[in-house]
């Protein structure tokens, strides 16, 4: 069965970088995109982007462009998600997920908090 | 941007309970509206896709209709285990964007 599983939970300062990783299986890595969105605590879900698995294609939230990189390593069938310059709004459980439509299959979570 | 208004943002509903939870698009996204449930601590759980697609494995109390602007999802007959929050997310444009939520709360 499709299955995605993320990094563990992160501590980081304000102006730290995180990398979030996404190992996939059960499925051809490069058939699908992957999408990555967050929560905030008491917020609701925020879409960050996406990357083709297939070609590196990436699609960036305008507010995230100037800090987000998404990338894969089709080796590894791993996607992963940096975010720099973090501030404290970063603070948020991010998500990948499978496709560019809908998302039927979800990573477990991550928790990233970033705190002085 | 294409915004998404749910309405309402909360409910208190009884098990037994026909429920119906709105979204309106700020344009039209003809039928590309999914919902999902969310609990907390877990991922969120997609329950109809393409407005009125019903997930496979998803009880079918529930179901969605709708297409251009105005949507809803309905549960015929609301279960304990349905108690969470339940969003909607467009997929008309590149950019995805959620509802900002409807929790369903037990009366």
């Known amino acids: 069965q499709v299955q995605l599983v993320q990094s563990g939970a992160e501590v980081k300062k304000p102006g730290a970088s995180v990398k979030v990783s996404c190992k996939a299986s059960?499925?051809?890595?490069?058939?699908?995109?992957i999408t990555w969105v967050r929560q905030a605590p008491g917020q609701g879900l925020e879409w960050m982007g996406w990357i083709s698995a297939y070609n590196g294609k990436t699609y960036y939230a305008e507010k995230l462009q100037d800090r987000l990189t998404l990338t894969t390593d089709t080796s590894t069938s791993t996607a992963y998600m940096e975010l720099r310059s973090l501030r404290s709004d970063d603070t948020a459980v991010y998500y990948c997920?499978?496709?560019?439509?809908?998302?039927?299959?979800w990573g477990q979570g991550t928790l990233v908090a970033v705190s002085s | 941007d294409i915004q998404l208004t749910q309405s309402p943002s909360s409910l208190s509903a009884s098990v037994g309970d026909i429920v119906t939870i709105t979204c309106r698009a700020s344009q039209s996204i003809s039928s590309y509206l999914n919902w999902y449930q969310h609990k907390p601590g877990r991922a969120p759980k997609l329950l109809i896709y393409?407005?009125?697609s019903l997930v496979s494995g998803v009880p079918s109390r529930f179901s969605g209709s709708g297409s251009g602007t105005d949507f809803t999802l309905t549960i015929s007959s609301l279960q304990p285990e349905d108690f969470a929050t339940y969003y909607c997310?467009?997929?008309?444009?590149?950019?995805?964007?959620f509802g900002q939520g409807t929790k369903v709360e037990i009366k």
């Open positions: 997920l499978r496709g560019v439509e809908q998302g039927e299959n």
């Open positions: 059960g499925y051809t890595f490069s058939s699908h995109a």
């Open positions: 393409g407005a009125s």
């Open positions: 997310q467009q997929s008309y444009i590149t950019s995805w964007t």
